[in-house]
């Protein structure tokens, strides 16, 4: 019975961070459901809403260079050389990243095409055109 005491003991002094601990919450996880993520969770829902043709077209025809292409949001970028074309998507991923959501990325030599699409709302969403503005921003490709 003590054998057994010590072995408990150690398993849960060197269980890794991401597995579920023996009680069956995680670290700083709850019991009861939190109110601030159900307002989260519908905030990220209304993000998540495939957009309508009227509102596309509309976002379209105000942002030079984008189009509409097999479900997505589509825009090619040139440059000078291959090198500048990494560069660009280095930064593409840094914005991706920080917004959670990540374009399909097609890299030929000095042509750069990137495309959104939210998978899993099976269209165009606010999060895609949100990535797609600020891609513009910042790469200043207004």
Known sequence: MEL??????????????????LHGLH?????FPDVRNQAEDDRMAKKRRVLDEATLEEWLGEHK???LQNGSIVKDFKFKNFRDSIVFVNRVATISDDADHH???DIRFNRVQIALTTHDAG???KSDLDVARTIDFATSAR
Do not use: C, F, H
Not at 4 to 21: F, G, I
Not at 27 to 31: M, P
């Open 27 to 31: 670290a700083g996880e709850a019991a």
């Open 103 to 105: 374009p399909d990325i």
């Open 65 to 67: 260079g984008w189009k």
């Open 4 to 21: 057994r005491r010590k072995a408990l003991s150690a398993a849960v002094r060197y269980r890794r961070p991401n597995q579920m601990p």
């Open 123 to 125: 269209g165009i969403t």
